[in-house]
């Protein structure tokens, strides 16, 4: 019988969703900064790309942790 090390295990989880919430962070900030720049770009008056594009990246990076734990369950 397999027995698993629970300090190895706890750190493994601690940084791999740690490295998962800047992911989606970092996923969230692309899309924040990308709207921002074709506001500023296009000249608007209203952040219209800016709210568009942050709503897309947070569906996004919510559907990328989704996926991801799904993929933990399967294994």
Do not use: C
């Given at each position: 019988?397999?027995?698993?090390n629970?300090?190895?295990?706890?750190?493994?989880?601690?940084?791999?969703y740690?490295?998962?919430?800047?992911?989606?962070l970092?996923?969230?900030?692309?899309?924040?900064?990308?709207?921002?720049?074709?506001?500023?770009?296009?000249?608007?008056?209203?952040?219209?790309?800016?709210?568009?594009?942050?709503?897309?990246?947070?569906?996004?990076?919510?559907?990328?942790?989704?996926?991801?734990?799904?993929?933990?369950?399967?294994?």
């Amino acid at each position: 019988m397999k027995q698993k090390n629970k300090p190895t295990d706890s750190l493994h989880n601690y940084v791999k969703y740690s490295s998962l919430g800047i992911q989606m962070l970092v996923i969230i900030l692309l899309g924040v900064f990308g709207g921002r720049w074709i506001d500023h770009a296009l000249a608007l008056q209203k952040p219209v790309f800016t709210a568009i594009l942050a709503l897309i990246s947070v569906f996004f990076a919510i559907y990328y942790a989704i996926k991801d734990f799904l993929k933990q369950k399967k294994e």
